[in-house]
């Protein structure tokens, strides 16, 4: 069998990254599919882009500063107005472990 | 109740508003009589709003009554796709996760079209997050194709092309990301333009990929689809990748446009015609041959790269995707599981419970090509690659006023038809995907009947700020034909 | 017998909260404290649709600072996204700047106390957006948002750092710079400058040269803290090598919180994640381009830097190195100095008054010595008349107080308050004659050359004083009692 262009193990460390719940399932299915994917979008690979720029942008346009004017914020009660869980004043989440920024 | 009015274009329909010949408050009940009567079989709209609606429509004519001025969309019943924000109703973007989101603030096309005393009826469904073709993936509900309600009405903004397909507005707007307006404009019978990126303001445009996102009208034909350009175009200060007055000047869409387009040239590339239906391009030649009939010339190019764009787009365009969208984590708004233990699981399984695979998906797929170790190989590859396609425009529009070819290699699917397989999905993109990563302007519109009486959709690509250019050419070939004026009967 | 010698070695990454009135990238206003979660707008609350733009003042401070560390400035710089989760940072990425910052390769000179200076080479500044507050409480944690999206100016050193009071004058020099310029309050209790020192030591044994761990601390939140945390850290590498040998290897950095009260590191993070925050170009940002002109206009911003202007004190007006540092520990301050000085009073006379008087005051009124209402002209013209002894040392104190209030020159306050001071000899000689009239024991002590000589003298001094309600010039009375006492 050929190998797969991203396995099972790929999909769960992918998952992790986006936070993503996957269950062993999707994680399959995803493998599968994937691999399909980036084997198509592989074709690119084909191409010689020694010469070419990498094109993030089309505009023709920089520096689009503003001028360091204050403008009117939402406010407390707007800003919570959509929260899941808040109490008077801040959003709630379960407790933070500190210093525990990646998975 | 007169539902005859609902056969009037905009411009009518603004006209007789104006000259007092119609009232507003009438054509907004005539729109909600149509939703009322057909919306439960096409599944439009994921919310309406009638009671602000025919409230706003009274006080725009009493508006008018008093001799005011008015805007140029005065008292004209509109839809929006759902993916930009409102004050009024929810903005889902067809997902569960944002199901109960109340934005606190317009998008600025939204205020823009307020500020032209447009009466929005109601926000339209959509693939989640825009990603698809079909509108299948809508988290919220199907929607079927007016024409055929057994098929698709494209996607992703299908819910905009078939309120309007469906008399259900007269005029809407949606977004385009890879042919997500222009393919549902083909397959519901509209002309549906996707503006040069930068064009129209993003603010408030629930963002898929950033770099090739821009909002963008469905119409009845060239002359309507001119006037909402007119109202939504235009440098804003909130979106500082909306090009300014000095970059690309502000143009008055409609003035002109009944002026024939001397000495066309229009380019096409043979080999794109090998992929689609023998009726599509049966249609598209025949239009083409319209054109030369009036006068135009036809050169033949070749575009090397155009290929390729399928690829680099699910590239760039998941990519984009997979950091847009990382914002939708249960904190701060939307949606939250129940059974998250910890915070993590508050991001991991609101997630994973609310989003819908086919976003899933392209998020997995977009934090793939960006994560450490494949950089390189997927994402900067296929930066490298974007402009190479945007080389192949550069060129052909050296040669050409414009490109033809089909918008879709078919007309409308059936639901279901290829669910199953996502890449097949991705390819039938082929032709609108790369107008997207070169950022030019482009216009679907009517060209034609299939023999199942579906509608084949004419794309006409244009040289980056040329909007105007393609309307007069749509403009063209509507003055010759009357495919623009066809309705489904429902 | 062994033979161990160690170097330690600190790099430094800090953060410098630029002083503009509203967030990077959108309008909300920057005001320390106030109603949680009350500065947010749909851009910082990373609401769906919004969108980044520019604050071009933030831009300008950090091109400004970064010219000030002697880096190049780039031409053409970008925005890129850092991606990584925490309920603070609501968009789930950070808008920063990744491999084109917008200065490089740069230095800032630190003053070694003894007249010497060091040089530490920066590898970078760039700009970036803050992330919100987690507050933990309990069993959930709160989430403030105000913060979010304040601009930020990242500098790395290299680490060129070989102690902990090197560290800490970096520190304060850095202050020093960003106070001077304006860009940054730069007050370390309330965030505005955030230092996380990477440290190791290089511990040569037998001739062979170990590399420990690096160390990377946070949680500083004072000068005291900072150095105090590099010298904990070294120690403890040290005492952890010679019970364990062990050595750097890639990834086994670890990541310390300062504990201020036991002043003691403690391990945060065991090991250095593979952190994957798949930096991309923000498609939401168009570059910045730093032309000519503009470059221009914000380099005409520039003003004399501490170091320079301290260094002139001294070598210019013949300051010590203690007093040239005072002064110019703010620019408001030095600038003042300059110009009472260049307005022809003496310098140390200026400094004296300035530190000794002026500061105590102004320390009590909370500003700084030039925002005390005495215009620098008037400041120099008060040196002038004590430099030539029309008023006393002790009548200048009275006079700068009593400038404070007034708008009148010091002459006219001297003499309102009868503060002039008498060095007619004529007129002293007569009271002198007077007090020794009245004083012939004293006179007789004064003249023998025993041990009640010193306090006889200064008791007819103290007459003299007393007679002439203080205002006699004291060297002339001295001279005067010194003639008369021989004859
Ligand atoms: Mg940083
Ligand atoms: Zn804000």
């Given at each position: 069998m050929q190998q797969k262009k991203i396995d099972i193990e790929q999909v769960r460390q992918v998952a992790k990254l986006s936070r993503l719940d996957l269950n062993e399932e999707e994680i399959a299915q995803f493998s599968v599919q994937l691999s399909s994917i980036l084997e198509y979008v592989e074709k690119i690979n084909q191409l010689d882009t020694s010469k070419a720029e990498p094109l993030a942008h089309c505009l023709p346009i920089n520096n689009c500063l503003r001028a360091d004017e204050v403008r009117p914020s939402l406010g407390t009660e707007k800003t919570l107005s959509n929260a899941p869980d808040r109490d008077e004043q801040f959003f709630i989440v379960p407790k933070i472990l500190e210093g525990d920024i990646t998975l | 109740m007169n539902n005859d009015l609902l056969k009037f274009d905009c411009i009518q329909l603004r006209d007789k508003i104006a000259s007092r010949e119609i009232k507003s408050v009438d054509a907004v009940n005539a729109v909600f009589t149509q939703i009322e009567r057909c919306d439960s079989k096409i599944g439009a709209f994921l919310s309406t709003f009638k009671e602000q609606s025919l409230q706003r429509a009274a006080d725009i004519d009493a508006k008018i009554g008093k001799g005011e001025k008015a805007g140029v969309l005065a008292g004209v019943p509109v839809a929006v796709k759902d993916n930009m924000c409102t004050t009024?109703?929810?903005?889902?973007?067809?997902?569960?996760?944002?199901?109960?989101?109340?934005?606190p603030y317009n998008a600025t096309v939204i205020d823009k079209l307020l500020a032209a005393d447009a009466v929005i009826v109601g926000k339209t469904n959509l693939d989640e997050?825009?990603?698809?073709?079909?509108?299948?993936?809508?988290?919220?509900?199907?929607?079927?194709?007016?024409?055929?309600?057994?098929?698709?009405?494209?996607?992703?903004?299908?819910?905009?092309?078939?309120?309007?397909?469906?008399?259900?507005?007269?005029?809407?707007?949606?977004?385009?990301?890879?042919?997500?307006?222009?393919?549902?404009?083909?397959?519901?019978?509209?002309?549906?333009?996707?503006?040069?990126?930068?064009r129209v303001s993003r603010y408030g445009l629930v963002a898929y990929g950033s770099s090739l996102d821009q909002i963008g009208p469905f119409a009845k034909n060239a002359a309507d689809c001119a006037l909402m350009l007119n109202v939504i175009a235009g440098h804003d200060e909130k979106d500082s990748t909306s090009v300014d007055e000095k970059t690309a000047s502000l143009k008055d869409f409609l003035a002109g446009i009944e002026k024939p387009f001397d000495g066309l040239k229009i380019a096409i590339v043979p080999q794109l015609f090998e992929g689609a239906d023998s009726e599509v391009v049966n249609a598209v030649k025949a239009a083409i041959e319209v054109y030369k009939k009036s006068g135009a010339q036809v050169i033949e190019i070749e575009m090397p790269y155009f290929e390729y764009a399928i690829a680099a787009y699910y590239l760039i365009a998941t990519a984009e995707a997979s950091s847009n969208l990382a914002r939708y984590d249960g904190v701060h708004y939307g949606y939250r599981s129940a059974k998250a233990k910890d915070y993590i699981e508050v991001?991991?399984?609101?997630?994973?419970?609310?989003?819908?695979?086919?976003?899933?998906?392209?998020?997995?797929?977009?934090?793939?090509?960006?994560?450490?170790?494949?950089?390189?190989?997927?994402?900067?590859?296929?930066?490298?690659?974007?402009?190479?396609?945007?080389?192949?425009?550069?060129?052909?529009?050296?040669?050409?006023?414009?490109?033809?070819?089909?918008?879709?290699?078919?007309?409308?699917f059936k639901v279901g038809e290829k669910t199953a397989d996502p890449l097949q999905m991705y390819l039938s993109d082929i032709y609108t995907i790369a107008v997207n990563l070169a950022g030019v302007p482009a216009v679907s519109i009517p060209c034609g009947f299939d023999s199942k009486n579906l509608p084949i959709g004419l794309q006409v690509i244009g040289s980056a700020f040329?909007?105007?250019?393609?309307?007069?050419?749509?403009?063209?070939?509507?003055?010759?034909?009357n495919f623009h004026k066809k309705i489904p009967q429902l | 017998m062994t033979n161990i010698n160690k170097k330690i070695i600190v790099g430094l990454e800090i953060h410098v909260q630029l002083a503009t009135r509203t967030k990077m990238f959108?309008?909300?206003?920057?005001?320390?404290?106030?109603?949680?979660?009350?500065?947010?707008?749909?851009?910082?609350?990373?609401?769906?649709?919004?969108?980044?733009?520019?604050?071009?003042?933030?831009?300008?401070?950090?091109?400004?600072?970064?010219?000030?560390?002697?880096?190049?400035i780039a031409e053409f710089t970008k925005w890129d996204r850092k991606s990584y989760y925490y309920p603070d940072l609501p968009k789930n990425y950070q808008i920063s700047q990744y491999d084109l910052p917008i200065g490089s390769d740069g230095f800032i000179e630190i003053p070694l106390g003894d007249g010497t200076s060091k040089k530490i080479r920066i590898r970078r500044a760039h700009l970036e957006e803050d992330a919100g507050k987690n507050i933990h409480s309990g069993s959930y944690s709160q989430v403030d948002l105000n913060r979010a999206g304040t601009p930020l100016l990242e500098i790395v050193t290299e680490p060129d750092m070989n102690s902990p009071e090197e560290v800490r004058l970096l520190?304060?020099?850095?202050?020093?710079?960003?106070?001077?310029?304006?860009?940054?309050?730069?007050?370390?209790?309330?965030?505005?400058?955030?230092?996380?020192?990477?440290?190791?030591?290089?511990?040569?044994?037998?001739?062979?040269?170990?590399?420990?761990?690096?160390?990377?601390?946070?949680?500083?939140?004072?000068?005291?803290?900072?150095?105090?945390?590099?010298?904990?850290?070294?120690?403890?590498?040290?005492?952890?090598?010679?019970?364990?040998?062990?050595?750097?290897?890639?990834?086994?950095?670890?990541?310390?919180?300062?504990?201020?009260?036991?002043?003691?590191?403690?391990?945060?993070?065991?090991?250095?994640?593979?952190?994957?925050?798949?930096?991309?170009?923000?498609?939401?940002?168009?570059?910045?381009?730093?032309?000519?002109?503009?470059?221009?206009?914000?380099?005409?911003?520039?003003?004399?830097?501490?170091?320079?202007?301290?260094?002139?004190f001294t070598a210019q007006y013949g300051l010590n190195e203690y007093d040239a540092s005072v002064l110019t520990s703010d620019r408001e301050t030095a600038e003042y100095f300059d110009s009472a000085v260049k307005a022809g009073g003496e310098a140390k006379r200026i400094c004296n008054l300035m530190t000794q008087t002026g500061l105590k005051?102004?320390?009590?009124?909370?500003?700084?010595?030039?925002?005390?209402?005495?215009?620098?002209?008037?400041?120099?013209?008060?040196?002038k008349i004590t430099e030539s002894g029309q008023i006393s040392a002790t009548a200048a104190v009275t006079i700068f107080k009593e400038m404070l209030e007034s708008k009148e020159q010091p002459v006219q306050i001297a003499e309102r308050m009868n503060l002039m001071q008498k060095s007619d000899a004529g007129e002293l000689k007569k009271i002198v004659d007077e007090v020794f009239a009245a004083n012939a024991q004293a006179v007789e002590d004064a003249k023998s050359d025993g041990k009640k000589t010193k306090k006889a003298i200064g008791f007819l001094m103290g007459q003299v004083?007393?007679?002439?309600?203080?205002?006699?010039?004291?060297?002339?009375?001295?001279?005067?009692?010194e003639e008369k006492l021989k004859s």
């Open positions: - | 009024f109703g929810a903005t889902t973007c067809g997902s569960k996760l944002l199901e109960k989101f109340y934005s997050f825009a990603m698809g073709s079909s509108t299948e993936n809508s988290g919220l509900k199907k929607t079927f194709n007016p024409w055929d309600l057994t098929r698709v009405p494209g996607g992703s903004s299908g819910g905009s092309a078939a309120a309007l397909a469906g008399q259900m507005c007269f005029a809407s707007l949606g977004s385009d990301t890879g042919g997500s307006i222009r393919q549902p404009a083909s397959f519901c019978g509209l002309v549906g333009m996707k503006p040069t990126y930068g991001y991991t399984k609101s997630r994973a419970e609310a989003l819908g695979t086919e976003v899933k998906r392209r998020i997995m797929l977009g934090t793939y090509a960006l994560s450490s170790g494949y950089y390189d190989a997927y994402y900067l590859k296929a930066l490298k690659v974007r402009s190479l396609i945007r080389g192949d425009f550069t060129a052909a529009f050296q040669k050409a006023d414009c490109i033809m070819m089909p918008t879709s290699p078919s007309t409308a040329d909007e105007d250019k393609l309307l007069k050419i749509a403009r063209m070939f509507e003055s010759t034909t | 959108c309008g909300c206003e920057l005001v320390f404290a106030g109603r949680p979660n009350s500065r947010v707008c749909p851009v910082c609350l990373g609401l769906p649709g919004a969108l980044p733009v520019m604050n071009r003042q933030a831009v300008e401070f950090s091109i400004l600072t970064a010219t000030a560390l002697n880096c190049k520190a304060i020099e850095l202050q020093r710079i960003v106070r001077f310029l304006g860009v940054s309050e730069a007050d370390m209790q309330k965030g505005h400058m955030r230092f996380e020192p990477n440290i190791n030591l290089h511990i040569v044994k037998d001739g062979t040269v170990f590399k420990t761990p690096i160390s990377e601390v946070k949680n500083l939140n004072s000068f005291k803290a900072l150095e105090r945390s590099v010298a904990y850290e070294a120690q403890r590498q040290f005492d952890d090598f010679m019970e364990t040998g062990k050595c750097m290897q890639s990834g086994n950095k670890k990541t310390f919180g300062w504990d201020d009260v036991r002043e003691a590191t403690v391990l945060q993070r065991e090991k250095e994640e593979a952190h994957d925050y798949r930096y991309f170009p923000d498609p939401d940002l168009v570059p910045v381009v730093v032309n000519e002109q503009w470059y221009g206009e914000i380099k005409s911003r520039l003003c004399e830097l501490p170091l320079n202007m301290q260094a002139r005051i102004a320390n009590e009124r909370g500003c700084n010595v030039a925002q005390l209402g005495l215009e620098a002209s008037r400041l120099a013209e008060l040196a004083m007393q007679k002439t309600k203080g205002t006699a010039n004291p060297q002339v009375v001295a001279k005067i009692l």
